[in-house]
């Protein structure tokens, strides 16, 4: 029997709102690494706006930037007072040109879509998340939620790889994570410097230390395919099913609602059935060249 | 050696070994420590040993000109060295401790003989350290890989 996706939420933005952007104001940018390459808006809707549903971990919302375009950026954090911290790559024209807008410019927002990581499904069971490079951001809701509700989970175990130490995101984070007895992060560096003392490696090797009771964890991995692809034979050495590792996979996603088909993977539409995939669901596109 | 062989029995490296492969491999162990700073292994230098890393980091590096640069460490649960298994038994890399130490050493030259004299416990002993390589291999491919310098998810275009 072919695996089951997973299901949207129910209180997701479809189909009211879900083509027209709303107003939502940049209260505050803040620069992740230090070339500024990565940022986080820090997003409120503008007086007048219903945000509606507020995004689930993993969710993503479309930011348009007028008369430039919309892209697809993953939540990486709610704050307290209903604000949404969304963190970028400027990697593409769009992004480049995000990179520029500074608090109190507006930009317009429809979301959020997608589905969530399941973080019910691992609730009384141990938690894995695998996280490269930017994948720690739209990961990053799931440690809150965890740390939250930490009762609720076995071990939580963080595995986070980077290309340097320069290009860690999230650093006073991962310094107040790191200092909790209570959640297991381990994080490594593709290539050290001569002042780094943490770890060097692929964050696969991270999986490979275990920690972790294989026969009742729930996987959550974030990254380049390539990496979600040797994190999950990792898990799955480790002895976890492939049915309890979950992948967040990204595509060209423009209409966000399974309408015009540019990120559609197989049978599957990433902005609709994903971002977050059973892992099963993707194991076959992992394996085709170019797909 | 009964501690020893409790050590062994409790590390997934070694979990799917037969009993008496176990005990062989406990008869050539010994708990070794180690102050943080300490070569383990030196490029090109004979080696005879192999170690489960239980606490602490190791870092592996190579030495150029300019100095070293470590290229992985190990932590908890890792294995250091395979350079014994086949000649000419020199190490490819340094090997130093980053942090205190705490290991089982395993006296390889003495495994080795065991190797072959049995041939099971020799292709056993083979079988895991081949799969150690493979899984080394891998992760040096993807680290040359760069990949982080391409994207990943959740940066828009």
Known sequence: MAPETLQPRADSALPEQAMAPQPWRIHSVRPDVASNEVFSWTLYPEPGVEPGAMPAPGQFNMLYLFGVGEVPISVSAITADGGIVHTTRAVGSVTRAMQELRPGAVVGLRGPFGTAWPLEQARGRDLVLVAGGIGLAPLRPVIHAALERRADFGRVVVCYGARSPGDMIFRDELDAWAARGDLDLRVTVDRGTAAWRGDVGVVTQLIDRGGFDRRNTVAMVCGPEVMMRFAASSLERRGLKPEDIYVSMERNMRCAVGFCGHCQIGAQFVCRDGPVFPYPVMEPAFRIREL | ?157
């Open chain 2, 1 to 157: 050696m009964n501690e020893l062989l409790a050590i062994i029995e409790q590390e997934p490296f070694f979990e799917d070994m037969a009993p008496e492969h176990r005990r062989l491999l406990a008869a050539c162990a010994a708990k070794r420590s180690y102050t943080a700073g300490t070569r383990l292994m030196r490029d090109h230098e004979p080696t005879e040993t192999f170690w489960l890393l239980r606490e602490g980091q190791v870092a592996l590096e190579s030495p150029l000109r300019e100095g070293r640069v470590a290229f992985q460490t190990l932590g908890p649960g890792d294995i250091l060295g395979w350079s014994w298994l086949l000649p000419p038994y020199r190490a490819s890399y340094d090997a130093r401790a980053v942090t205190d130490i705490h290991t089982l050493h395993f006296d390889a030259g003495v495994l080795r003989e065991r190797m072959e004299a049995d041939p099971a416990f020799g292709y056993v002993l083979m079988k895991h350290f081949a799969a150690l390589i493979v899984q080394r291999l891998q992760a040096a491919r993807l680290q040359a890989l760069d990949i982080y310098s391409h994207g990943g998810p959740g940066h828009g275009t």
